[in-house]
């Protein structure tokens, strides 16, 4: 029996097996036999084999619900499987086409982006060059503009100093004494005179002149009488320059000439401000009289005299009291108009005459000697503490 029970363990192991490499399991189940045992050479009766096909059958029933089971089992596996392996392949394929499509749409937004930025840089260079050319014509036109200001102004000043020569050559001319280069008809009618020979007739009376002209004469007469002492006293003056002179001054002003300027930096400009420019525009009101210091240091004042009937007293602007005004002033060429009083236009006007002629200075049309042109300083010095002071 125990040999027996080894075969049948045996054939079951092997039927097993061979069903995991695809066969049927127990399909020689009726064509399996059993050997005798060794030693034992007679078949037993009929009995025995009956009874041993019984139990084979015993243990066949309970082999083969397990078998089902596990084939039943294995079976389903593959179907799960192969379920999941389909699933998964059509998530994958969706996966791909979804990143192909997300690529494609990459690939066209990196070409809207390289566009957009080769259009944003031309457009910078083209923004770029034109304001480079706006701002390089802006700097030719203003280059310009300014030269053609300085050299009106520079002919503008001419003329004023040739207007002013001209004004000193016309008053200096009477009819008793005229300046022959003003009335060159005098000249020629005297070298015709000379040369007419001398007749022999007298000379007879034939009209007489009228009061006026005789007034006009004498007028002019003490007119050139006063410049003709003003001029005696200044060349005295001159003469004596060594002993009335600020020697200080004087050496200020030589060294301010061999390099002029117009900056209050310079010893001597700076000494002429304070002493006398800088209390000559002092005035109640401060912050306009400011103004009009800068403006007359940068020569963009203009007075005027006030047209109409101006008898009645007005307010002055720079001494905030009511006084006759005559006068008006305009700081710069946006500005309003500022009423001022006759003290305080004779102040303004002394201190442009002396600005007037440090420019003279400083653009070379002065061509005077040291002496002489600190002499008209020292005038001018004057004229600006006398107008101060009240007096015109």
């Known amino acids: 029996m125990a040999s027996m029970k080894q075969q049948f363990d045996k054939f079951i192991g092997g039927q097993l097996h061979s069903s995991t490499n695809g066969n049927h399991p127990f399909k020689?189940?009726?064509?399996?036999?059993?050997?005798?045992?060794?030693?034992?050479?007679?078949?037993?009766?009929?009995?025995?084999?009956?009874?041993?096909?019984?139990?084979?059958?015993?243990?066949?029933?309970?082999?083969?619900?397990?078998?089902?089971?596990?084939?039943k089992r294995s079976q389903t596996m593959a179907n799960v499987k192969e379920h999941a392996y389909g699933r998964l392949q059509e998530e994958l394929s969706k996966a791909q086409e979804e990143l192909k499509l997300k690529d494609e749409e990459c690939e066209k937004l990196l070409k809207v982006r390289d566009q957009m930025c080769e259009e944003l840089e031309e457009l910078t260079a083209s923004l770029f060059e034109e304001a480079n050319n706006m701002v390089q014509d802006a700097n030719i036109k203003r280059m310009h503009s300014e030269k053609r200001l300085i050299e009106a102004q520079q002919q503008i000043e001419v003329l004023q100093a040739e207007v002013v020569a001209l004004k000193q050559l016309v008053l200096t001319s009477t009819p008793s004494s005229p300046n022959k280069h003003l009335h060159p008809q005098i000249a020629a009618t005297m070298s015709m005179e000379k040369e007419k020979p001398k007749s022999s007739k007298p000379f007879w009376k034939t009209h007489r002149r009228s009061t006026s002209h005789h007034e006009f004469t004498k007028e002019a007469r003490q007119e050139v009488e006063a410049q003709q002492e003003?001029?005696?006293?200044?060349?005295?003056?001159?003469?004596?320059?060594?002993?009335?002179?600020?020697?200080?001054?004087?050496?200020?002003?030589?060294?301010?000439?061999?390099?002029?300027?117009?900056?209050?930096?310079?010893?001597?400009?700076?000494?002429?401000?304070?002493?006398?420019?800088?209390?000559?525009?002092?005035?109640?009101?401060?912050?306009?009289?400011?103004?009009?210091?800068?403006?007359?240091?940068?020569?963009?004042?203009?007075?005027?005299?006030?047209?109409?009937?101006?008898?009645?007293?007005?307010?002055?602007?720079?001494?905030?009291?009511?006084?006759?005004?005559?006068?008006?002033?305009?700081?710069?060429?946006?500005?309003?108009?500022y009423s001022i009083s006759q003290l305080c236009r004779n102040r303004i006007a002394a201190v442009c005459d002396f600005y007037t002629y440090i420019r003279y200075i400083y653009q070379g049309l002065v061509k005077s000697e040291d002496k002489e042109a600190f002499y008209e300083i020292v005038r001018l010095r004057k004229k600006m503490a006398l107008s101060r002071l009240g007096y015109s």
């Open 28 to 71: 020689d189940i009726f064509d399996y036999g059993l050997s005798p045992e060794e030693g034992d050479n007679d078949t037993g009766p009929v009995e025995l084999r009956h009874h041993r096909r019984g139990e084979l059958r015993h243990a066949m029933s309970e082999v083969l619900p397990n078998e089902v089971r596990l084939r």
């Open 230 to 337: 003003a001029k005696a006293d200044r060349c005295k003056e001159l003469e004596d320059f060594d002993n009335w002179i600020d020697s200080t001054i004087y050496e200020e002003f030589v060294e301010w000439r061999r390099t002029p300027s117009l900056e209050l930096s310079t010893a001597f400009l700076n000494r002429m401000y304070v002493e006398d420019i800088g209390p000559c525009l002092n005035f109640s009101n401060v912050a306009l009289a400011e103004k009009v210091k800068s403006c007359v240091a940068s020569n963009s004042l203009t007075i005027e005299p006030i047209p109409g009937d101006s008898s009645y007293p007005r307010r002055c602007r720079l001494t905030e009291n009511n006084k006759l005004c005559n006068y008006k002033i305009k700081l710069g060429e946006n500005s309003d108009w």
